[in-house]
């Protein structure tokens, strides 16, 4: 498999991931399509360390979601949201 051949598929399974992780949280997150990908980039990287260290390999989809999910939650906190509201995009603080 080429390079290219590898980024694309990384961007479209981050994607999936990351999509997953946006609809396990409810309500609207301002995120553009590559924010999400990143998310579900880092989610399938993080889950797949920890199903590689510490659960069999078929748990890795399963645990992606779940950290991406996790990444999800961390980046409404810091936005001054909760579980349950997304909280504020960077640019509505300047209205």
Known sequence: MSFLAFLIFLMIGGL????????????????????????????????????????????????????????MYFIRRSRGGSLTHPGRAPDDRLR
Do not use: C, H, K, N
Not at 27 to 48: E, H, N
């Open 16 to 71: 999936i991931v990351g999509a997953l992780a946006r609809l396990a949280l409810p309500g609207r997150d301002p995120l553009t399509i590559p924010q999400t990908i990143l998310v579900g980039v880092l989610g399938s990287f993080a889950g797949g360390l920890v199903a590689d260290a510490l659960v069999a390999r078929g748990w890795s989809l399963l645990l992606s979601i779940s950290f991406a999910t996790l990444i």
